[in-house]
Every structure is written in C-alpha cells, then in structure tokens.
Antibody, heavy 116, light 110 residues
Framework: EVQLLESGGGSVQPGGSLRLSCAGS????????MSWVRQIPGKGLEWVSG????????YYADSVKGRFTISRDNSKHTLYLQMNSLRAEDTALYFC?????????WGQGTLVTVSS | QSALTQPPSASGSPGQSVTISCTGT?????????VSWYQQHPGKAPKLMIF???KRPSGVPDRFSGSKSGNTASLTVSGLQAEDEADYYC??????????FGTGTKVTVL
C-alpha cells in the first residue's frame, strides 16, 4: 500500500523558514516524479512545485518561485520542500503527492501557519 | 497561471447524472491531453478519479468518465450515489511546465 507521510509543518512568523518532509513507502520512490500541492482550509487546491525522478528537473508555481526549493533523497525515500521568506498567504495545508502532471497518491497533509 | 474555471456547485438525485465543466485556455486544457479530475471529501486528501482526459485509475467506478472539447474538459458522474457527494477539482498541465487546478465544484446528491 502506498503511503505518503508529511511532517515539518507548524507556526512561523512572516519572513521565517520551514522545511517540510514527505516520507514515501509501499512503492519504488525513485521511480516516481513527486509534487507538493497546498490548500487553504475551506478553499481550493494550488499546485506548488514538482520534481523529476532524479531531482534534475524542478518546477515551481510563480507564487513561490525564488522562495521555495523542492528536493528529494531517493536513498531515504523522502521528498522535501524548503520554504523561505514565508508570507501570510503561504498559510495552508501542504500535501505531497506522487506524480507530476497527474497525482495518483496523496498524503494527509501538514499544516503551515504564517502569522505574527 | 490562472486557475481553471469550474461551476461552484452541481447537484442531482440518486441515479441521475451530473456533468462538471472545466474551462481553460489553449495554453493548458486546450493545448494538452493532460486533464485530470480529483474527488475530495471533507477533511480528506484528494483522490485521483480521471487522468489524461479519459483514463480511470484502477478501482475508480466506470460511472466516472471524462472528456474534452477545445478549451473545456468535462467530468460526468452517472448513476449518482450518496458517496459521490464531494468537492471535485480538475487540473491540467500548462505551458512552462506548470500544473494548474480548477476552482472546484461542490457536488450535492439531493
């Protein structure tokens, strides 16, 4: 059974940083592109970033470009999202998902709150 | 990249069909056969229902079907069941290697 478990969310002040992690199990992690998607509670989905199997290709939404960095460690079956210069509008539930242009499996999300 | 446009709500009685539209541009929906649909129940993660416009992942009932014409994609749920009541989101690959989601549609089973 595919499992994706996000961690690293929490409360941070504007301008601060957080690093999210997503541990994958039940599938060959290194064979799958991976993505981050966020959702403000009660609102719609927003794609944040995607990464190719090797990590050589990375893609970002304009809203996070230059502030967020996606990476992966295939030896640890883990996906990361380094979030810098956080803003109030980054407050959301962050999901990791397998795939890049369609997303077959999702984690349950980790909540990031940016507030002073 | 602007969100794809979906109607805020749709409804139908059990056994009926409901169709949800997803309108984009030639830079996303119209330009690629890479439209997906997701179902999300309250407090749950999204679930992939359709990918590459018409394909169903294993385990998704054939009551769910997808199509596309021009810049508009559609999801049809036939034989509505109570458990189909959920939010539905479309998504599409977009020019410049982006993924764009739709605004979401709340489906109510009357």
């Amino acid at each position: 059974e595919v499992q994706l478990l996000e961690s690293g969310g929490g409360s941070v002040q504007p301008g601060g940083s957080l690093r999210l992690s997503c541990a994958g199990s039940g599938f060959t992690f290194s064979n799958y592109d991976m993505s981050w998607v966020r959702q403000i509670p009660g609102k719609g989905l927003e794609w944040v970033s995607g990464i190719s199997t090797s990590g050589g290709g990375t893609y970002y939404a304009d809203s996070v470009k230059g502030r967020f960095t996606i990476s992966r460690d295939n030896s640890k079956h883990t996906l990361y999202l380094q979030m810098n210069s956080l803003r109030a509008e980054d407050t959301a539930l962050y999901f990791c998902a397998s795939g890049q242009w369609y997303l077959p499996d999702w984690g349950q999300g980790t909540l990031v709150t940016v507030s002073s | 990249q602007s969100a794809l446009t979906q109607p805020p709500s749709a409804s139908g009685s059990p056994g009926q069909s409901v169709t949800i539209s997803c309108t984009g541009t030639s830079s996303d929906v119209g330009g690629y056969n890479s439209v997906s649909w997701y179902q999300q129940h309250p407090g749950k993660a999204p679930k992939l229902m359709i990918f590459e416009v018409t394909k169903r992942p294993s385990g998704v009932p054939d009551r769910f079907s997808g199509s596309k014409s021009g810049n508009t994609a559609s999801l049809t749920v036939s034989g509505l069941q109570a458990e189909d009541e959920a939010d539905y989101y479309c998504s599409s690959f977009a020019y410049s290697n982006n993924l764009v989601f739709g605004t979401g549609t709340k489906v109510t089973v009357l």
